[in-house]
């Protein structure tokens, strides 16, 4: 849902989006309540009224969604095998879904390589040494359910990531719903890169449809 002017809460750290774990932005930092009145801001140029995006400009879950990543630094963590799994599997999107990570279930467990954990690493395969969290990057503890980090994770810790999902393909994460089927498919570094200039000029498209 769109409204005209927007919701006119005050920017928190350059945002208006809601951080309820920290209390922080949005309503009051909560969630939306039953009875709450939110602002409304002041709206645009009138006549830019009735103007929508056309269809060929909204980008839509597939069934089964695609979500496109670049493995990791850590991917020599697991078989030849279990890797070439992780890309071949149907998974769905567990009830556990919100801003700070999208669980995924429904996939075969990761098999991890024999190793002697390093100093600092927890005792479980999935265990690293504490390392920084990229957006979109997926972290598996345990091997066996994989978590996509989106907007409110935390910037760090100690499990193992098994790659990144590019950031042209985050937004559709946030479209996903619990039991959508998913499918993770490898790209290098280039298909990445070309996928965030597309939705750039996809974006300033949009834009200029409805200005």
């Known amino acids: 849902m769109a409204v005209a002017g927007g919701i006119d809460t005050r920017p928190a750290l350059g945002s208006r989006s809601t951080y309820s774990i920290g209390a922080l932005g949005g309503f009051e930092g909560r969630a939306i309540q039953p009875g ?59 009830s556990e879904a919100d801003r700070m990570g999208y669980r995924f279930q429904g996939g075969r467990p990761l098999q991890f390589v024999d190793r002697d954990p390093p100093f600092g690493a927890g005792s479980d395969p999935s265990n690293i040494t504490d390392a920084c969290y990229p957006y979109g990057s997926i972290q598996v503890p345990g091997g066996t359910e994989p978590i996509v980090l989106h907007r409110d994770a ?45 939705r750039a000029s996809m974006l300033d498209a949009v834009r200029q449809k409805l200005s």
């Open 36 to 94: 709450d009145r939110l602002p409304v801001g002041r709206a645009g140029d009138p006549a830019a009224e009735g103007r929508t995006v056309p269809e060929n400009m909204r980008r839509n879950p597939t069934s089964p969604c695609e979500l496109r990543v670049v493995t990791g630094l850590y991917w020599h963590r697991i078989t030849e095998e279990s890797g070439g799994q992780f890309f071949e599997d149907t998974w769905k999107v567990a």
């Open 154 to 198: 935390v910037s760090g810790g100690g499990y193992f990531m098994i790659g990144t999902v590019i950031s042209a393909d985050m937004d559709l994460i946030g479209q996903l719903q619990p039991h959508t089927e998913t499918r993770f498919v490898e790209v290098g570094m280039e298909t990445a890169l070309a996928a965030r200039r597309d």
